[in-house]
């Protein structure tokens, strides 16, 4: 429930745009593993790292400045697919940070990465294929979200590993 709550703080309340900052910038989250993000083994619950990145999110678009464009426009990110790799536990009280950054966009979703990492190393990574809605549940184009964020703005290809996952669940766009 605690993360539930920092999302929302992240979202209602959001930290303060950075000058400057384009949508290909990476965001940095801090965090503290807490008791209630545990499961019965004494590390972090896997469901719960999904949760960190929801706030880690909500703090990207905090650092574009975005919340404003996203309230003007009615839109609202949602995941359409999420995929993790775990490498290191992160335990009771640990710190960390999660980096996460736009790797591309499609006329469907945006990609990001999120980067799980305790005193230097990996821990963990999610890719994340967001997409935006409108009030009304109709999509946005991911392009159109880009360059709405950030005007004149350019898609860098898809590293391969993540164009192939987005092929595979079915999220990149089709001809």
């Not at 930290?15 to 019965?40: F, I």
């Not at 975005?66 to 609202?76: D, I, N, R």
């Not at 821990?123 to 294929?129: D, K, L, N, S, W």
Request: net charge positive; aromatic share 8%; proline share 6%.
């Amino acid at each position: 429930m605690t993360r539930q709550i920092q999302l929302t703080l992240a979202s209602v309340r959001p930290r303060a745009a950075v000058p400057g900052r384009t949508v290909l910038d990476p965001s940095v989250t801090r965090m503290r593993v807490r008791p209630g993000d545990l499961d019965m083994y004494l590390h972090v619950n896997n469901g719960v790292y999904l949760q960190m990145m929801d706030v880690a999110r909500s703090n990207f678009l905090a650092d574009l400045g975005a919340f404003a464009l996203l309230k003007e426009k009615s839109w609202g990110p949602v995941v359409a697919s999420s995929t993790m790799t775990y490498r290191r536990s992160l335990r009771l009280w640990d710190r960390f940070e999660i980096t996460s950054r736009v790797l591309g966009w499609d006329p469907r979703v945006v990609y990001m990465e999120q980067v799980f990492t305790r005193h230097g190393e990996r821990c963990a990574r999610g890719v994340v294929a967001a997409r935006f809605l409108t009030r009304t549940g109709e999509r946005v184009p991911g392009d159109r979200v880009a360059e709405a964020l950030d005007p004149g703005v350019v898609s860098p290809a898809l590293p391969d590993d993540v164009a192939r996952w987005a092929d595979a669940v079915g999220v990149a766009h089709r001809a």
